[in-house]
């Protein structure tokens, strides 16, 4: 059973940093993507960014370029989303989320497209107070 634990979230203030982890666990498939998203109180789901397991190769939604390096430690199964100047508008729930058939597309948006997803984790809230 694939299983994704998220962790890091919390809260603080504009300007501070952050790094989000996320564990996959019970995986069997090896050509996959990891990506994350966001949602804040009365708005959709959107990307925030992915990375392709076995080339590293990384996606990011323009309102987050520059300030959000996500990164992978394949020995721990583990991506790491480290973001920087926050902002309040970056305030929402942060879901990690794995595609088990990444070899099908490598576009933007397929990577990007929630629907791309298999399996996601339960969440971690990040605050950003002004």
């Known amino acids: 059973q694939v299983q994704l634990v998220e962790s890091g979230g919390g809260s603080v203030q504009a300007g501070d940093s952050l790094t989000l982890s996320c564990v996959v666990s019970?995986?069997?498939?090896?050509?996959?993507?990891m990506g994350w998203f966001r949602q804040a109180p009365g708005k959709e789901r959107e990307f925030v960014s992915a990375?392709?397991?076995?080339?590293?190769?990384?996606y990011y939604a323009d309102s987050v370029k520059g300030r959000i390096t996500l990164s992978r430690d394949k020995d721990k199964d583990t991506v790491y989303l480290q973001m920087v100047s926050l902002k309040p508008e970056d305030t929402a729930k942060y879901y990690c989320a794995a595609d088990r058939q990444a070899y099908s597309s490598d576009s933007y948006s397929y990577t990007s497209a929630i629907g791309t997803y298999d399996y996601w984790g339960q969440g971690t809230q990040v605050t950003v107070f002004s």
């Open positions: 990375i392709r397991w076995t080339t590293g190769r990384t």
């Open positions: 019970g995986r069997t498939f090896s050509s996959f993507a």
